[in-house]
């Protein structure tokens, strides 16, 4: 009996009881993100979800709508199985990231983000090309910056044109917001709730062929009318702590993992990537 008692303890212990959450990014739904579920699972996570919502299509809508939508999901699990590891891959990562300062009580223990738009993006190097991809770039703010676009497409969220700044400050519904670079009436609760977290990894790399700038992935982000990149701890969300980042690095719990020769796609399906920046921190 008490070798049974033994056997059942290390199976017990064999296992993580913490949730494991994740979220897929634009233009797809949870299928690309099965090698990374399994391979979580085969550390001893007994419960992980990849969410298979807002596929395809559904992916540009609206940023907050998708929020409120995975917000639902996420709260049935976080509330059977208590604090979670969200990864959010791609636009997941914007959407995640979001999600914990949107959400008070999140019960998000780590937070995850694979090559996400955290600072934004100005490119669309997955959907355009040549001289077209030029164009877009040049005046996609027109289209973006348009109210009826910030209510109808994702992308437009987190478009950050460095050329377009005021427009962008004043415009952009989301990205300047959960930034907390400009006025609102929720800046301190969000916060407040980003600084619930105990952990929060960030994985990014200059091969990547789709997040323009890659290290947007990092929060690093163009200089104003500029294409010079302004790292990180260079910008004013730094040193001006605006939703917590400092702090959480103050606090030894922010890591930066930066892979060199991964493209976009092979973030979730390269075992080097999780074996070096994911499987030690879930």
């Not at 809508?61 to 590891?85: C, H, M, P, S, W």
């Not at 996609?140 to 400050?169: A, E, G, H, M, T």
């Not at 952990?199 to 290290?215: A, C, K, S, Y």
């Amino acid at each position: 009996m008490l070798t049974l008692f033994f056997i059942l303890l290390t199976l017990k212990a064999s296992f993580s009881e913490r949730p494991v959450i994740i979220l897929h990014g634009i233009t797809t739904d949870a299928k690309p993100v099965e090698n990374l579920s399994e391979w979580i699972a085969h550390c001893g996570f007994a419960n992980v979800f990849p969410l298979n919502i807002y596929n395809d299509l559904f992916s540009f809508e609206n940023l907050y709508v998708q929020i409120e939508g995975f917000k639902k999901v996420i709260r049935n699990i976080t509330d059977a199985y208590g604090e979670a590891t969200l990864i959010g891959y791609s636009q997941g990562g914007s959407i995640a990231r979001a999600f914990v300062e949107l959400t008070p009580n999140h019960k998000i223990h780590t937070l995850i983000t694979i090559s996400g738009p955290l600072a934004g993006v100005y490119g669309l190097d997955d959907l355009t090309h040549g001289y077209w991809k030029y164009l877009t770039i040049k005046y996609f703010y027109k289209i973006c910056y348009l109210s009826v676009f910030q209510n109808l497409l994702s992308v437009c969220n987190y478009w950050n044109d460095p050329y377009q700044q005021q427009r962008y400050l004043k415009r952009n519904i989301y990205q300047p917001i959960i930034d907390n670079v400009v006025p609102h009436s929720r800046s301190l609760q969000f916060k407040k709730n980003f600084l619930m977290l105990k952990r929060f990894v960030l994985i990014g790399g200059p091969d990547d062929d789709v997040i323009d700038p890659w290290q947007s992935a990092l929060f690093g982000f163009y200089e104003d009318n500029s294409r010079m990149i302004v790292n990180v701890t260079q910008r004013e969300i730094w040193k001006n702590d605006s939703f917590g980042l400092k702090s959480l690095n103050n606090r030894k719990v922010l890591v930066f993992c930066q892979v060199a020769g991964i493209s976009h796609k092979q973030w979730v399906q390269n075992q080097t990537v999780f074996n070096r920046c994911i499987k030690d921190w879930l």
